[in-house]
């Protein structure tokens, strides 16, 4: 059964960076497309960046703008989200899933299997 982890999560200060693991077997991400999402209070659960098992990336260029990477670990067991340059406006729980190969990667209804989620908080 997969099962995600995500830890990384902090308060941080504009300008900051973070970064932020999403931790499963190995065999879960050599398989899967691994995403990661955001979800601030009070708005729908918004794509960030995502990575097939072809080391494909994808990002959500209007919100990233560049500063966020999305990679593997070294031992393939987790999938990193560095996040650069952080703003108040990237305030929100991030959630690591996963999807199917093949299937719409910045699709929501995608995506078969959630982390819990990790809060980041960027203050002015």
């Known amino acids: 059964q997969v099962q995600l982890v995500e830890s990384g999560g902090g308060l941080v200060r504009a300008g900051d960076s973070l970064r932020l693991s999403c931790a499963a077997s190995?065999?879960?991400?050599?398989?899967?497309?691994t995403a990661w999402f955001r979800q601030a209070p009070g708005k729908e659960r918004e794509f960030v960046a995502a990575?097939?098992?072809?080391?494909?990336?994808?990002y959500n260029e209007e919100t990233v703008k560049g500063r966020f990477t999305i990679s593997r670990g070294n031992a393939k067991n987790t999938v990193d989200l560095q996040m650069n340059s952080l703003k108040p406006d990237d305030t929100a729980v991030y959630y690591c899933?996963?999807?199917?190969?093949?299937?719409?990667?910045?699709?929501?209804?995608?995506?078969?299997?959630w982390g819990q989620g990790t809060q980041v908080t960027v203050s002015s």
């Open positions: 990575i097939s098992r072809s080391d494909t990336r994808a």
């Open positions: 899933a996963v999807a199917q190969p093949g299937d719409p990667a910045r699709v929501v209804g995608s995506y078969v299997k």
């Open positions: 190995a065999r879960t991400f050599l398989w899967y497309t």
